[in-house]
């Protein structure tokens, strides 16, 4: 069965600097539409909780990306 892994990296553009990218088996979902939501909705939580002055500061940004699985079912 095809699943799709949310995958989210935090970026600062001001040090051309990106964290390393982060899943969790949360971020896994049936369809690529639904993954792709979610990235957004992740995405812009994420960023609702920093502060505007770090954000204005680094440039900071979440990219993601939606990894096609393969997963057996048991």
């Not at 369809?31 to 792709?36: G, L, V």
């Not at 960023?47 to 997963?71: G, H, P, Q, S």
Request: glycine share 2%; proline share 3%.
């Amino acid at each position: 069965m095809i699943k799709f892994a949310l995958v989210l990296q935090i970026c600062h553009a001001a040090f051309n600097v990106c964290l390393p990218p982060v899943s969790d088996t949360n971020f896994i979902y049936n369809s690529y539409k639904e993954c792709a939501i979610n990235g957004y909705s992740k995405g812009y939580d994420f960023m609702n909780e920093l502060d505007n002055d770090i954000i204005t500061e680094a440039k900071t940004f979440v990219r993601f990306w939606c990894e096609e699985k393969e997963y057996v079912q048991s």
